[in-house]
T-cell receptor
Framework: KNEVEQSPQNLTAQEGEFITINCSYS?????LHWLQQHPGGGIVSLFM???GKKKHGRLIATINIQEKHSSLHITASHPRDSAVYIC???????????FGTGTSLTVIP | NAGVMQNPRHLVRRRGQEARLRCSPV?????VYWYRQLPEEGLKFMVY????????ESGMPKERFSAEFPKEGPSILRIQQVVRGDSAAYFC???????????????FGPGTRLTVL
């Protein structure tokens, strides 16, 4: 079993839809990260959070430490949001970073 | 400020050759991580280095792979006698913080795509 599980694996949405990607983890963490990987392959860090909620533009990330769960929301989705979204956690017991397998999002015009 | 730089962006090697991947961290960052992304798979941690020190290499294959981060110059991930299964994207990230002692936001490079023929 992976330390980080994401769902769904693949997601197709119509432009304008509200999107939610979920992440569950099984290890103790110091922080949780949401990353975005575009078709060209580059990785961008979207959020790093250890509690509560963060918002950046149309993106919102929440985390529930007790339930070991985080969600990434995209409001008013746009085709340029099409990418792979990766959840990662940094372990609080060492130097390890654990990654989910990613959610491939396609937003159709 | 320049972000994390990796070169080359694409590298083609024949089986048995050596591959050297370079990573220049964000200026001022003294901690470097290497990750591998195999085709159709997620990112996997390989190694965590501080200047002149390997902090955690638990994700590195036992043979043929080595990494260094010298006092001067970029971090190098070296793969000797490459095999087809080494074909992957190799990402480097840098951080200004020591992992385990607080938030360690990482800044990723664009990756090096290694193809072994």
């Amino acid at each position: 079993k992976n330390e980080v599980e994401q769902s769904p694996q693949n997601l197709t949405a119509q432009e304008g839809e509200f999107i939610t990607i979920n992440c569950s983890y099984s290890v103790g963490i110091s922080a949780l990260h949401w990353l975005q990987q575009h078709p060209g392959g580059g990785i961008v860090s979207l959020f790093m959070l250890s509690s509560g909620k963060k918002k950046h533009g149309r993106l919102i990330a929440t985390i529930n430490i007790q339930e070991k769960h985080s969600s990434l929301h995209i409001t008013a989705s746009h085709p340029r949001d099409s990418a792979v979204y990766i959840c990662a956690v940094s372990s609080n017991t060492g130097n390890q970073f654990y990654f989910g397998t990613g959610t491939s999002l396609t937003v159709i015009p | 400020n320049a972000g994390v730089m990796q070169n080359p962006r694409h590298l083609v090697r024949r089986r048995g050759q050596e591959a050297r991947l370079r990573c220049s961290p964000v200026k001022g960052h003294s901690h470097v991580y290497w990750y591998r992304q195999l085709p159709e798979e997620g990112l996997k941690f390989m190694v965590y280095l501080q200047k002149e020190n390997i902090i955690d290499e638990s994700g590195m294959p036992k043979e043929r792979f080595s990494a260094e981060f010298p006092k001067e110059g970029p971090s190098i991930l070296r793969i000797q006698q490459v095999v087809r299964g080494d074909s992957a994207a190799y990402f480097c990230a840098s951080s200004p913080y020591l992992a385990g002692e607080g938030y360690n936001e990482q800044f990723f490079g664009p990756g090096t795509r290694l193809t072994v023929l």
